[in-house]
């Protein structure tokens, strides 16, 4: 999700855990160890595609964090040595909000490696669009209550708890709707006799009432839209063609390898110039995609496999109009 959500969530954790006994410090600490995982943006690691692939991984990793809570915790206590009695508080707290952090995550379509090393498979359960109002806001309203309500701290911490529950409800909502799509999806891809190797229902930018299913086929993929406000339960599909086949002699090239696991299948490859990009078809809309790479060159006979390299995208703000009127329904 994205870096105030994650922040508001954090400090929202340390407030039901440890606010009523050492203050609004709680909140402020959750929000410290709320923003910590995703500082690995901040190390390079030479490639495009291994900076995009490693992205929440070992900072992601619940082993990791929780290796790394005593550190923490120490480094707390000798700040606040009037609150060192509060130990488990504090142990409960750096964690609760890192493991918050990381499951928030794997709610989004992008993927956290939350049991590496033991477990590298990116978790992405694909319910929520990585910048959400619906579920920021109520993580808002309870964490601006700890703030101002500084005379009324029963009231604050009551209004906070409402918010990290309303939140957490909104999570089973958004699971709820990816279910019923997928299950809507599927019917109507047998009605329309298209055949299939994989289906993914993804919400659209900022709301779980419109969906984006993919199903992907031999040749290319289908996309079709549904919203829970739509008056029938069918998806249209629409073929878009992928050239795969500019990847014979490249399946080795650890770029290629890499993006085809990272993605799960649901990418794109297409032709730039005498360029070879994949395209990861889950973020982004037809068009514009945000993370295209450059995996390989046009040869003679064969194609070159060349260093990777993030392509970016024209953008279409006009898309964002035609979203919200084909959320409205049909």
């Given amino acids: ?124 359960w694909g319910t929520l669009f990585i ?29 906070n708890a409402a918010g990290l529950i309303l939140s957490t409800l909104y999570l089973g909502f958004s699971f709820a709707a990816k279910l019923h799509v997928q299950a809507l999806a599927r019917e109507s891809l047998a009605q329309q006799r298209i055949e299939h190797t994989r289906l993914l229902a993804l919400p659209s930018p900022f709301n779980t009432v419109l969906w984006r299913i993919l199903a992907m086929a031999e040749h290319g993929y289908y996309e079709g839209w549904y919203s829970l406000l739509d008056d029938r339960p069918r998806v249209v599909f629409e073929l878009h063609p992928s050239a795969s086949a500019l990847l ?29 990009l994949i395209s990861d078809l889950r973020m982004g809309l037809e068009g514009s995609y945000v993370f295209r790479f450059k995996v390989g060159e046009i040869g003679n006979p064969h194609p070159r496999p060349t260093a990777s390299e993030l392509r970016s995208s024209p953008r279409d703000y006009r898309q964002i109009e035609t979203l919200w009127e084909r959320l409205k329904g049909r």
């Fill in 1 to 124: 999700m994205d870096s105030v959500t994650q922040i508001l969530l954090g400090a929202a954790v340390g407030e039901a855990v440890l606010g009523r006994r050492v203050g609004r410090k709680a909140a402020l600490w959750g929000a410290v160890c709320g923003t910590l995982p995703d500082l690995d943006v901040f190390i390079p690691l030479g490639e495009a595609v291994a900076d995009f692939t490693y992205h929440r991984s070992f900072s992601h990793s619940l082993f990791v964090l929780a290796a790394l809570t005593p550190a923490l915790v120490w480094l707390i206590q000798r700040i606040h040595p009037r609150d060192a009695a509060h130990r488990r508080g504090w142990y409960l707290l750096v964690y609760g909000a890192f493991a918050t952090h990381v499951l928030l995550d794997s709610f989004t379509i992008y993927g956290t490696q939350i049991f590496w090393p033991l477990n590298s498979t990116p978790m992405s």
């Fill in 248 to 276: 014979a002699g490249l399946e080795d090239h650890w770029p290629v390898k890499r993006l085809k696991w990272f993605t799960k299948g649901f990418y794109k490859v297409g032709r730039e110039g005498d360029d070879i």
């Fill in 131 to 159: 910048i959400d109002p619906a579920y920021t806001l109520p993580l808002l309203v309870g964490v601006a209550a700890v703030v101002l309500l500084r005379r009324r701290p029963r009231l604050a911490c009551r209004l």
